[in-house]
């Protein structure tokens, strides 16, 4: 068993603790070392991180260690320093961003999905009686864009710690797709006076205006999968950067790996012509809206802000 300290702090300083035991522990042991993060390891170790109080409460939790019968590999202290940056802040930062992040996948997934509904202009002749509520579908598309570019700037100090090429890639994608998306809303919103005009026209008139109609909305669908190709190589970015930095449980990973690689290669698919009927952005959308939960109610994975902290 090994213990690293800081030799410039007092023992009983409460600190964030990181615990290494030999062998994966299932979901039944959160409840057992209540307050610490698993993580379990790809060396088939598991890591147990939180924060501890003082000595005593340590022995308390190495005593539980014991009594399962489990393999102590190592003990490793990081405590917090008065007058620095401390641990217990950036715990608290992390924490943070983690809700932040969480909250824009569940609003951005429900605002896309109501500006869907909602911004879809429908057949030129009734388009002017449903005017103010396409404009409106149209603004949440716009909202929903900016939620990703937001997205790719508060990921930007997570992932920079880690590799920051991956979070430079993260955020040039999701800044693209928020901009592409933008010109999407904007072909719909074009659909609006195009319906007011073809109400004023006599019937020589109609069919120029329906042709200019039809290809506002190709232009849209377009606009709109490219912004989805973008999303999915933003989103495949991510989800490396969740590998190196191992900020979300695996699952998650290769969970996002599958529904971003079915974006990104339907999205093409329905641009060269193929009809998905937005199948393909199912596996990516219904992690967005899971991991939003998880990050809001778990956060990010602490032992990876510990770990990084130590080098």
Not at 96 to 109: E, I, S
Not at 122 to 136: E, K, N, V
Not at 168 to 190: D, H, N, P
Not at 220 to 244: P, W
Request: hydrophobic share 50%; aromatic share 10%.
């Amino acid at each position: 068993m090994t213990n690293r300290d800081n030799p410039t702090t007092k023992p009983n300083q409460p600190a964030v603790y990181q615990i290494r035991i030999k062998g994966h522990l299932n979901e039944q042991w959160v409840d057992w070392f209540e307050g610490m993060d698993i993580t379990l390891e790809d060396n088939g170790d598991t890591l147990l991180t939180g924060p501890v109080i003082d000595q005593s409460a340590l022995h308390g939790l190495l005593k539980k260690v014991r009594d399962a019968g489990m393999t102590l590999v190592s003990v490793n202290r990081y405590y917090s320093i008065k007058g620095e940056k401390s641990m217990d802040t950036k715990v608290n930062t992390y924490r943070t961003t983690a809700k932040v992040v969480g909250a824009l996948y569940v609003l951005g997934f429900v605002v896309g999905i109501a500006g869907s509904m909602l911004g879809t202009p429908g057949q030129l002749d009734t388009i002017s009686a449903r005017s103010m509520m396409i404009a409106f579908g149209a603004l949440l598309w716009v909202l929903a864009a900016a939620g990703d570019a937001i997205h790719g700037v508060v990921m930007f100090p997570i992932l920079k710690q880690n590799d920051e090429r991956v979070a430079l890639g993260y955020f040039a994608a999701r800044v693209v797709e928020a901009a592409v998306i933008a010109v999407s809303a904007l072909f719909i919103l074009l659909q609006i006076p195009l319906g007011a005009e073809f109400l004023k026209t006599g019937a020589s008139e109609t069919s120029h205006l329906q042709s200019l109609s039809a290809l506002f909305a190709q232009s849209q669908a377009y606009s709109y999968q490219i912004g989805m190709t973008a999303l999915g190589m933003a989103g495949l970015t991510l989800c490396y950067g969740f590998y190196r930095a191992k900020l979300v449980p695996q699952f998650f990973i290769i969970w996002g790996f599958v529904g971003y690689m079915s974006f990104l290669g339907g999205s093409m698919l329905e641009i060269l012509g193929f009809n998905l009927q937005l199948l393909h952005t199912l596996p990516g959308g219904l992690w967005e809206i899971s991991l939003g939960v998880w990050l809001i109610v778990k956060g990010f994975n602490s032992a990876a802000f510990v770990s990084e902290s130590a080098k």
